[in-house]
């Protein structure tokens, strides 16, 4: 599982296994956990993330979306 990102205490990654699906990115906070699909920028699910906390997270998201793009395709087209 790849770390994309660290930021704030928020870790990026994606899983190895999921070339399959639609490019994406979960982050990771503590035992919080979100997956945000990335083209268009949208939320996939959350665990334990309450929901005030989802759109700063999605700002996080949009703003180093063309990063997690990068690692993504870099990672499975490799």
Known sequence: ??????????????YSGEGSEPPHVDVEFGDKLAKYWL????LA?????????????R???LAHRQTFLRAWYEHFEA
């Open 1 to 14: 599982m790849p770390a994309i990102l660290r930021l704030d205490g928020y870790r990026s990654y994606f």
């Open 59 to 61: 700002d996080i998201v």
């Open 39 to 42: 083209e268009p920028v949208e």
């Open 45 to 57: 699910s959350s665990k334990r993330f309450r929901s005030h906390e989802l759109g700063p997270l």
